[in-house]
C-alpha cells in the first residue's frame, strides 16, 4: 500500500514535471512537441549521435555511482567536480610520465588507475574536512572543487602548457596511440563502456548484498544509533568517500584517454552537477542508475539540435532536467509527509 502510494505520487511529480516544462517551451515561443522531436532526432537520430550519447553515458554513469555511496551513506557529496578534475590531472601526469617508457596498453592502463587513486585522495580529503575538521561537506567539496580547477588551470597555463603557447583549449594533444579505441568512427569507446558497466555492477552487489553496504545504510539512517551499535562509523563514511573519490576519478580519466585526449581546464564538463540529478532521481536503487543516466545523455545530446533547427537555446535541456528533479523531489517529500515520517 505504501508502495503504491509513494508510486502514484512519483508518478504525479513526473506528470506535473512535464506539464510545467511544455509551458516553459511554450513561453519560449516554441511547440513542446517540436521540441521533444527534435530532441529524440539530436540524440538518435543517426549512428554517430547515438554514439555520442553512450560515450555521455559511461563517465555519467560511473560517476553516479560513486555519489550513490556516499548518498547511501548520508552525506551530500558536491565535491564531485574536484574529485572529477582531479583524476583528470593524475592521469595525464601518469601519462607524461610513462608515455615515451611502456606501451599504449600499459600505459593507458596505469593512467587510468592513477585517475581512479587520484579521485579517491581528493575523496578522501573531502572526507578527513568533514569528519575531522568538522567541515560540512558540502562547504568542504565545494572549496575542494575550487582548489582542483584552480591546480588544472595552473598546470595547463604553466608547465604543462603547449609548447610556445598556452590556452584554454588545454595541454598538448596525446597522440592516437594513447587514446582508448572507439566504435568505428564514432565518439564512444566500448573499454568506457565496459568500465561503466562494471562500476553499476560492482555497485548493485556491494550495496545491496554486502556487509558493507548494509552498515552504510544504517550509518545513513542513523548516525547515533550505528555507532551505538558498534558500527565503525567513521571507517564507513571514509570508506564512501574514497570509493565515490575512486569512481569520479576514472571518469575523469576517462575524459582524457576517451574525450579530449589532452587536459583541459573544464575537463569534468559539468558531469558531475548532472550525475548529482540522476542520483537524487534514484531514490537510492542502484538499479534505476542506467535508465536514468541514459535519459540524462540522451536528453543533453539532443538538445544540441534545438538552436540548429528551432532557433532555441540548448540550455533549455538544463531547465527540464531541473524542473524533473526538483517535482520528484517534491512528491518523494509530499509522500514522506503523508506517511506522518516528516514533522509538520
Known amino acids: 500500500m505504501t508502495l503504491n502510494r509513494t508510486l ?3 508518478i504525479g511529480a513526473i506528470v506535473m514535471a512535464l506539464v510545467v516544462t511544455m509551458i516553459i517551451i511554450l513561453l519560449a515561443g516554441a511547440s513542446p512537441i517540436a521540441v521533444f522531436t527534435e530532441i529524440v532526432s539530436g540524440a538518435f537520430g543517426t549512428p554517430g549521435q547515438f554514439a555520442r550519447v553512450i560515450a555521455t553515458l559511461a563517465p555519467l554513469l560511473i560517476i553516479s555511482c560513486g555519489l550513490l555511496f556516499t548518498f547511501t551513506a548520508g552525506l551530500y557529496n558536491l565535491g564531485i567536480e574536484g574529485q572529477i578534475a582531479f583524476g583528470g590531472i593524475a592521469t595525464t601526469f601518469m601519462l607524461r610520465l610513462t608515455q615515451d617508457s611502456f606501451p599504449p596498453a600499459i600505459a593507458l592502463t ?23 575538521g ?3 561537506e558540502i562547504f568542504a567539496g565545494l572549496g575542494l572543487n ?3 580547477d584552480g591546480l ?10 603547449r609548447p610556445g603557447v598556452a590556452s ?11 587514446w582508448l579505441p572507439t566504435f568505428g568512427n564514432t565518439d564512444a569507446s566500448p573499454i568506457a563502456l565496459l568500465i561503466a558497466l562494471l562500476a553499476i555492477a560492482t555497485t ?16 545513513g539512517q542513523n548516525l547515533r544509533a550505528s555507532y551505538v551499535l558498534g558500527i565503525p562509523s567513521v571507517r564507513q563514511l571514509l570508506s564512501s568517500f574514497a ?12 575524459q582524457v584517454v576517451a574525450v579530449f585526449h589532452r587536459l583541459i581546464p573544464n575537463i569534468s564538463s559539468g558531469l558531475g552537477f548532472l550525475a548529482l540529478l540522476v542520483t537524487l532521481l534514484t531514490g537510492m536503487n542502484a538499479w534505476l542508475l542506467l535508465p536514468i543516466a541514459f535519459f540524462f545523455s540522451a536528453l543533453n545530446i539532443g538538445s544540441l539540435q534545438l538552436p540548429l533547427d528551432l532557433n532555441l537555446e540548448s540550455s533549455l535541456a538544463g531547465v527540464i532536467q531541473g524542473t524533473l528533479v526538483l517535482f520528484v523531489i517534491l512528491g518523494k517529500g509530499l509522500s514522506e509527509w503523508k506517511r506522518g515520517t516528516v514533522a509538520r
Open 168 to 178: 584554454m583549449s588545454g595541454t598538448e594533444q596525446f597522440p592516437e596511440s594513447l
Open 134 to 136: 568538522r567541515i560540512n
Open 8 to 10: 502514484t505520487y512519483q
Open 243 to 254: 570509493i565515490c573519490g575512486a569512481f569520479a576519478g576514472i571518469a575523469g580519466a576517462l
Open 110 to 132: 596505469l593512467a587510468i588507475l592513477a585517475g581512479g587513486v587520484g579521485g579517491m585522495l581528493w575523496g578522501v580529503f573531502a572526507g578527513v574536512l568533514n569528519i575531522y
Open 152 to 161: 588544472a588551470l595552473y598546470l595547463v597555463f604553466g608547465p604543462w602548457k
Open 146 to 148: 575550487f582548489l582542483a
Open 204 to 219: 548493485i552487489v556491494v550495496l545491496g548484498r554486502t556487509r558493507f553496504g548494509l552498515k552504510l545504510r544504517a550509518v
